[in-house]
T-cell receptor
Framework: GQNIDQPTEMTATEGAIVQINCTYQTSGFNGLFWYQQHAGEAPTFLSYNVLDGLEEKGRFSSFLSRSKGYSYLLLKELQMKDSASYLCAVREDKLIFGAGTRLAVHP | EAGVTQFPSHSVIEKGQTVTLRCDPISGHDNLYWYRRVMGKEIKFLLHFVKESKQDESGMPNNRFLAERTGGTYSTLKVQPAELEDSGVYFC?????????????FGAGSRLTVL
């Protein structure tokens, strides 16, 4: 079956670092995506991992371990505008989403 | 470049009525996807068009849902007759290539409330 797990909610302080974990069990794997979604808006693409290792893009980094079925999204130097839902998604032949992690950044 | 546009942003209808949602993908994107998020649950795949052809409609819940993409440009998703459990946010996404990273660009969604 297909299963993508991520924490429901997280809180963090402005300026800090937060790591959002995602574990997955899928019948196929053609890459893992992270999307950011602010309330009432479109999910927007953050990162893509298909090989093991870390992909860094500015304040955001994403890590993948295919053997462990595990990924994380690392957000550094948190800003208030980073308060949003973060969606982990795995592509089999189609994109399968986790339920998302709601991140609240406090001053 | 204009993004993915969806209309209406919010629709409130009564059980048994019909609703048609529209999606305008990014110009030149052959791939168009419909997804749905029911409250509290994850975003779930409904179907995938390549140009005007249905590539994969395995996520369509039942025959009350009809998706079309005549001419391979915009797409419509009709729900007829609507039931209470159809309430949710319907997202449309498009992409240029199916292979490789194939990053999907999403619209802001159409929120459907069935009373």
């Amino acid at each position: 079956g297909q299963n993508i797990d991520q924490p429901t909610e997280m809180t963090a302080t402005e300026g800090a670092i937060v790591q959002i974990n995602c574990t997955y069990q899928t019948s196929g794997f053609n890459g893992l995506f992270w999307y950011q979604q602010h309330a009432g808006e479109a999910p927007t693409f953050l990162s893509y991992n298909v090989l093991d290792g870390l992909e860094e893009k500015g304040r955001f980094s994403s890590f993948l371990s295919r053997s462990k079925g595990y990924s994380y999204l690392l957000l550094k130097e948190l800003q208030m505008k980073d308060s949003a839902s973060y969606l982990c998604a795995v592509r089999e032949d189609k994109l399968i989403f986790g339920a998302g992690t709601r991140l609240a950044v406090h001053p | 470049e204009a993004g993915v546009t969806q209309f209406p942003s919010h629709s409130v209808i009564e059980k048994g009525q019909t609703v048609t949602l529209r999606c305008d993908p990014i110009s030149g994107h052959d791939n168009l996807y419909w997804y749905r998020r029911v409250m509290g649950k994850e975003i779930k795949f409904l179907l995938h068009f390549v140009k005007e052809s249905k590539q994969d409609e395995s996520g369509m819940p039942n025959n009350r849902f009809l998706a079309e993409r005549t001419g391979g440009t915009y797409s419509t998703l009709k729900v007829q007759p609507a039931e209470l459990e159809d309430s949710g946010v319907y997202f449309c996404a498009s992409s240029q290539e199916e292979a490789g990273a194939n990053v999907l660009t999403f619209g802001a969604g159409s929120r459907l409330t069935v009373l």
